[in-house]
């Protein structure tokens, strides 16, 4: 297979993350947030914050980057990018994004962040107090349907039961991103596994699908990562993590609105899964470690199987804990802990944890972590997936 | 508090957008008829509303009755309540159903019944109509219930 856009042209030299925070516990307003994440990716890197030229985000972050740029003192902004829809599913198009301005000369050094302080604005699970609704949403909320997580539910249903897949996929996955906190000294979870027996004792969120442990937590911070070309990266401190390839998109008529899309049972991968393997000449069976976006475990689930890391009716017999975890499984899966167990930043932080993977410095090390893949926020539209390799992956 | 309709009194009111793309819907339902989108040009059928047809991108679309037969094609049953209105409420049933006689477009609504109520894939449902009267503006809702 041929490799197409980005392969080893640009590489991200380095990740920063604040002090991650239950939701309304941060002391620093958001901007703060951004600019301690920012800085510490630039002391990362080992290089001058001044050096950044570029800042992408996504999901409508409020950080806006010329203020950014004037607080840090930058000299000239090249290029300054806003990747659209709501989600986490921009984390990894707003990275290739990045990359994108940095192969074809718009910019030299660019940074992606997220930052959320959701005690300073608003909570994503709770609905909006407004008295009256319109547009989607008045053929939504008037019925109860008004969170993520009631949003979704309806398109796991549905993949399951024409699949066959059990629930037990779901507590394999929710206990994976549990079990790589415990050694993560950064994770809010730490200190608290998630035996099998708490998960299916826990409360119901949405029935059949969402028990507590399967919906993401909701946290204050900021996490970045700063991307410079291949050669810049070389000379670095760091070991370039880089970019083998990234893809963006969803399938047919997916966002029309009120569960209409004609694949809707779908966590909008089929069509973008297919193109990330296109651009980098990749299959399923070279990656070695992957990130994967949990807003819940539904989407893990569907999302996996839509990159083609097992079939939907091998899925009960796959999707174990054993095969997720690091050390002993065929798919180690969000090493870090993840939105479930390390802190909810949008899916920056499972960025931050593909890079750690490539360079051999995860709290989950996987052994010769050469190709790192990143699945970003599943189950709306655009979604977005990417691939990161060592060095080795060059040649 | 007793209540003739599904969920309480409270709960966000529907309106019309204020392009008023979706109005003739929220019309129908008042007059406890259901309309939905078709093309004139094709004969599409379309939802959620949008002014173009997906199909053959005439802007003709026009508003057609249904039957409101309907079949589940999956639910979900909400307990966390995240809205001030349901936190007494608890477990309500939510239906996402699919219309065969109107190119099986798919609607969001609830399963009226006993909230803990069976609820299977493939079941055939019907809609039937939910004032409230008591809200202002007044809105009717659609419903669906087995049948």
């Not at chain 1, 042209?9 to 002090?19: D, F, M, N, R, Y």
């Not at chain 1, 053929?139 to 897949?165: C, N, W």
């Not at chain 1, 779901?170 to 790589?180: D, E, G, P, T, V």
């Not at chain 1, 899916?347 to 050469?370: F, T």
């Amino acid at each position: 297979m041929g490799r197409r856009n980005l392969y080893g042209k640009v590489a991200i030299c380095g990740i920063g993350e604040s002090t991650y925070y239950k939701h309304g516990q941060s002391p620093d307003p958001e901007f703060v947030l951004a600019l301690r994440a920012i800085l510490k990716a630039a002391e990362d890197a080992g290089i001058n914050a001044r050096e950044i030229d570029g800042f992408a985000s996504y999901s409508n972050d409020r950080n806006d980057p010329s203020r950014l740029a004037a607080a840090l003192g930058i000299n000239d902004l090249k290029f300054a990018n806003m990747h659209w829809g709501g989600g986490g599913g921009g984390v990894a198009a707003a990275v290739a994004n990045a990359a994108a301005a940095i192969a074809v000369g718009f910019a030299d050094c660019v940074v992606v962040f997220r930052a959320l302080a959701q005690g300073q604005f608003r909570r994503f699970g709770e609905a909006l107090p407004d008295p009256t609704v319109s547009g989607e949403a008045a053929f939504l909320s008037p019925y109860g349907v008004m969170s993520p997580a009631q949003k979704y539910a309806v398109k796991a249903t549905r993949f399951m039961h024409e699949h066959d897949i059990s629930r037990s996929t779901l507590r394999a996955i929710a206990q994976a991103s549990y079990h790589h906190a415990q050694t993560n000294p950064r994770a809010l979870m730490k200190g608290r596994p998630l035996s099998g027996e708490k998960y299916d004792e826990s409360r119901w969120i949405v029935e059949p699908v969402n028990r507590l442990f399967d919906c993401c937590q909701e946290n204050d911070g900021a996490a970045a990562v700063i991307l410079v070309s291949a050669e810049r990266a070389r000379d670095l401190r760091q070991k370039p993590a880089y970019l083998l390839g990234a893809a963006q998109g969803s399938d047919h008529r997916c966002a029309a609105t009120v569960m209409n899309g004609t694949n809707v049972a779908s966590s909008s991968f089929t069509t973008v899964a297919e193109r990330l393997y296109e651009a980098t000449g990749l299959k399923p069976t070279d990656v070695d470690v992957v990130q994967s976006y949990e807003n819940f475990t539904t989407g893990v689930l569907m999302a996996l199987i839509e990159h083609g890391f097992c079939a939907p009716e091998d899925a009960n017999d796959f999707f174990t804990l054993q095969n997720l975890s690091a050390g002993s499984g065929r798919l180690p899966l969000n090493t870090s802990g993840g939105n479930l167990a390390e802190c909810y930043m949008h899916g920056m932080g499972l960025q931050l944890e593909a890079v750690r993977q490539i360079r051999g410095e995860s709290c989950n090390q996987v052994a010769e972590a050469n190709i790192s893949m990143n699945i970003a926020g599943p189950m709306v539209s655009p979604v977005s997936s990417l691939i990161m390799g060592s060095e080795e992956t060059l040649t | 508090m007793t209540s003739n309709t599904y969920l309480p009194a409270g709960m966000p009111i529907p309106v019309p957008a204020a392009d008023g793309l979706d109005a003739p819907y929220w019309e129908a339902a008042r007059r406890s008829e259901l309309v939905v989108q078709r093309c004139g040009a094709c004969g599409s059928w379309q939802w959620g509303p949008e002014w173009l047809c997906h199909r053959c991108h005439s802007f003709d679309m026009r508003w057609e009755k249904v039957s409101g037969e309907g079949v589940i094609y999956s639910w979900e049953r909400p307990w966390h309540p995240v809205h001030s209105s349901l936190k007494a409420v608890g477990p309500y049933t939510v239906v996402l159903v699919e219309l065969p006689d109107a190119g099986n477009i798919r609607m969001i609504g609830n399963l009226l019944g006993p909230k803990d109520q069976d609820v299977k894939i493939g079941r055939s449902v019907k809609a039937v109509y939910e004032p409230h009267e008591a809200a202002d503006p007044p809105y009717t809702l659609v419903q669906w219930v087995s049948s």
